[in-house]
């Protein structure tokens, strides 16, 4: 069978983020070095970390925020994807294809392919077994000259319950996480971005399925 969703789009991270950062630069609202978490002073209601002082400090760690000694105890799960580019210069770039795997157009005659989803992981090479699998249904189903050209992989920052965790520390509310976000990360930040900026602006409720004060008894050990 075959099925249409329109419109289906593919978000270049790499590409975003550095706009991302050259727009924060101009503002002069980015500081990049390497942040020393022992170096951070926090106060019942406001933290400190060199010359900069502020109410509170949000964490947007990732799969570093494991390591957190402040939400180490979240049940985080890391997620390890691959992802393999190939050129594909005849293939209708109109479309993203799914069979078994995703054909997305990227750029020029550059396709991305993937994803997989794996939990039990011995490291963060890209693997044969993966390329492999690609290969093999390519052979399948897609008529056209291909040629592989870059295998990547990452972990992304999931976690067993697959819902995000957002929110203020129960017990030092003036540290907050915002992480867990997994393979949804692209939908799911900017929505609970949002929200829980005005959490914290206007003190509106997060949603009770991602908010962190669930883990009230744990983070309060």
């Known amino acids: 069978g075959i099925g249409e969703i329109n419109p289906c789009l593919l978000i270049d991270l790499n590409a975003m983020l550095i706009g991302w950062r050259k727009e924060l630069a101009t503002q002069n609202a980015l500081l990049e ?15 400190s970390y060199g010359q900069w002082e502020a109410e509170k400090i949000i964490f947007c760690d990732g799969t570093d925020g494991f390591e957190n000694p402040n939400f180490q105890l979240l049940p985080y799960a890391g997620n390890k994807g691959e992802v393999i580019i190939a050129s594909i210069p005849d293939l209708p770039r109109n479309n993203i294809y799914k069979q078994g795997i995703n054909l997305v157009p990227w750029k020029e005659d550059l396709w991305w392919i993937g994803s997989n989803y794996e939990w039990d992981y011995q ?3 890209p693997s044969q077994a993966f390329r492999e699998k690609v290969e093999q249904q390519l052979k399948h189903w897609l008529k056209l000259p291909y040629a592989i050209v870059d295998h990547q992989a ?14 203020l520390h129960p017990v030092h509310s003036s540290i907050g996480v915002f992480n867990g976000m997994g393979t949804k990360g692209c939908s799911l930040s900017p929505y609970f971005g949002h929200q829980f900026t005005q959490h914290l602006l206007l003190d509106t409720p997060l949603n009770p399925l991602a908010d962190v004060q669930r883990f009230k008894k744990i983070l309060s050990r």
């Open 33 to 47: 070095s390497k942040f020393q978490l022992s170096e951070l002073q926090v106060e019942p209601h406001r933290v």
């Open 123 to 125: 490291d963060l090479d």
């Open 154 to 167: 990452a972990v992304r920052p999931a976690n067993m319950e697959r819902r995000p965790f957002v929110g």
